[in-house]
């Protein structure tokens, strides 16, 4: 049966691989687990699963909300100097540990007729987390669970990243391309994945393959780039007393009418489009007319053009509600209402292509571990790389979890070694590995 299943997808792998790919690609077969190297890093980890345990609590029980990153990422700073990398903070905040390749120049050598030199391999968790400062991140345990938000998104992630690196140290591994171990700053919410846009623009020229570890589990390859637009929505006006001035126009009010307008409209199935109203504010006391309201709402969407339609919906419905308040106020002489709507983040959409090495390496290490995984669409910081046509996936970095994004957040590290023995093998089958120890 698992025959079968190799001979599938051997099969069904593209021949154009081996030739535009020949060093990284004929390595990320079961010849990479030949190399006792290789062995020996897949061993470290195993071995070594109570210290990245350790250090995934203790990482999450640094907060780290976007934007504040820093106290996290002196820590994996840290971490990785103990294991022996130059390590560096970029002026973003991400933290970079570098190792360099036996002849990155020579594998880059394919694309040379492009006039580009792709010879570096990144590898990247990000730091920030959606909680804002002054939540609890204490890890509390109950039965086989770790709990606290952040532990699996993206404790999981950081986790992993300083373990592979560390693997690789341990086993003297020196790869064909450049090494890059990145943990980033701002990929939740509105840090808009500032990190790795900085990283792009900073490497992006030299970079033939991103793989971003975000959060547990090993059952999923992101491999397209979900596009989604941030919106806020802010409606001023005079405000006054709720006796004496009613019948002002009410910014509360109109921002009400127009999400309720939003609201109403059709989004089709597929291409999959959503919407989310997730933050509105505004007023000062319940005996006050407001002079200001704001809402925040999230846009997503499979297809550029839905996005698009959407975002003019918005601004278009709350445009309207606004008419609809000063139409309807009782006193229109007393005060208007100004509105404006921004947009606060964009994230471009993009796929990986289908005969990309990079997911070529993915599958066979998946076979190899015995790890059938599906491919999927996704929000990530795989987005930027993907936008810009980088080959790039986001991957779980093993154990399970769930309720990210809330207080109730946890994680399981069981089976975790699947998913660390995964990052490293993508990581190397991407990069090469070359004769060798490095010292
Ligand atoms: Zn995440």
Redesign the pocket.
């Known amino acids: 049966m698992k025959r079968a299943i190799l001979w599938v997808i051997l099969l069904t792998m593209p021949a154009r691989t081996i030739s535009t790919y020949a060093a990284p690609s004929a390595q990320a077969s079961t010849g990479l687990t030949e190399d006792s190297r290789v062995r020996i890093a897949l061993d470290w980890l195993k071995k070594n699963l109570p210290s990245t345990n350790e250090t995934q609590i203790r990482l999450t029980e640094i907060p780290a909300p976007s934007f504040q990153e820093a106290a996290r990422a002196a820590a994996v700073k840290a971490l990785f100097e103990q294991a022996g990398f130059h390590a560096e903070i970029d002026q973003t905040g991400n933290v970079i540990a570098k190792l360099a390749g036996a002849s990155p120049s020579a594998n880059a050598g394919n694309n040379k007729t492009n006039g580009d030199h792709r010879d570096t391999v990144m590898l990247s968790a990000?730091l920030d987390t959606v909680f804002p400062a002054g939540t609890e991140v204490k890890v509390h345990r109950e039965n086989d669970r770790w709990l606290a938000p952040g532990i699996s998104?993206?404790g999981t992630?950081l986790a992993a990243l300083v373990a592979v690196a560390r693997a690789v140290q341990a086993a003297h591994l020196k790869p064909q391309l450049n090494l890059l171990f990145v943990a980033n700053v701002g990929?939740?919410g509105e840090g808009n994945l500032r990190g790795m846009r900085a990283l792009i623009d900073a490497y992006g020229a030299h970079l033939r393959a991103v793989i971003v570890l975000?959060?547990s589990s090993t059952d999923h390859v992101t491999t397209k780039a979900l596009a989604s637009r941030r919106m806020e929505a802010v409606i001023t006006g005079p405000g006054g007393h709720s006796w004496s001035d009613f019948g002002m126009p009410n910014p509360i009010n109109a921002l009400v009418r127009g999400s309720v307008r939003f609201i109403a409209t059709k989004v089709p199935a597929s291409p999959r489009t959503t919407f989310n109203l997730g933050q509105i504010e505004g007023g000062t006391s319940i005996n006050s007319i407001p002079y200001e309201a704001r809402l925040k709402v999230d846009i997503r969407s499979e297809s550029e053009q839905e996005l698009a339609r959407l975002e003019s919906v918005l601004r278009e419905c709350i445009a309207a509600g606004v008419r609809d308040e000063m139409d309807n106020s009782r006193d229109r002489t007393r005060g208007k209402l100004e509105f404006k709507v921004e947009l606060l983040g964009s994230r471009p959409g993009g796929e990986l292509r289908a005969d990309s090495p990079l997911l070529a390496a993915l599958r066979l290490d998946d076979e190899y571990l015995g790890n059938p995984s599906r491919p999927e669409r996704s929000s990530?910081d795989a987005n930027i790389p993907l936008s810009l046509g980088i080959d790039a996936i986001s991957i779980g970095a093993g154990g399970n979890g769930g309720g990210?994004h809330s207080l109730q957040e946890w994680y399981d590290p069981a089976g975790r070694e699947i998913g660390l023995q995964r990052a490293l093998l993508t990581l190397l089958g991407a990069s090469g590995i070359a004769e060798g120890a490095a010292r």
């Open positions: 990000h998104d993206n992630g990929e939740e975000d959060g990530t990210a």
